[in-house]
């Protein structure tokens, strides 16, 4: 069982940025591929950045890539999502989680261990 706690979300100005970070607890959090999903009200959980249990490959959506960054300490049991240049249309709670598979993957479903989530809303 691995239990995930998100921090880092706020509010924040259009064009600012912010860093999440997600704390997991267990032993073999190198052995999981970890995610950051994000869904805003009303609208469909949708995928934002992946990485790789050693941390040697990560996938990003279409939309942040140049902007947002996702990185993994795992002598800290955590992976953290820094995002710069956010938009107001980003505003949504962020999710991270985990997947027992080590090759990070960009669908949901494949997750097995999910966050609460943090709230970020970005200001116009």
């Known amino acids: 069982q691995v239990q995930l706690v998100e921090s880092g979300g706020g509010l924040v100005q259009a064009g600012g940025s912010l860093r999440l970070s997600c704390a997991a607890s267990g032993r073999t959090f190198s052995s999981y591929g970890m995610g950051w999903f994000r869904q805003a009200p009303e609208k469909e959980r949708e995928f934002v950045a992946a990485?790789?249990?050693?941390?040697?490959?990560?996938k990003y959506a279409d939309s942040v890539k140049g902007r947002f960054t996702i990185s993994r300490d795992n002598a800290k049991n955590t992976v953290y999502l820094q995002m710069n240049s956010l938009k107001p249309e980003e505003t949504a709670v962020y999710y991270c989680a985990a997947d027992r598979v080590v090759v990070p993957s960009i669908h949901g479903e494949n997750y097995d261990y999910w966050g609460q989530g943090t709230q970020v809303t970005v200001a116009s």
């Open positions: 990485i790789s249990g050693g941390g040697g490959t990560t």
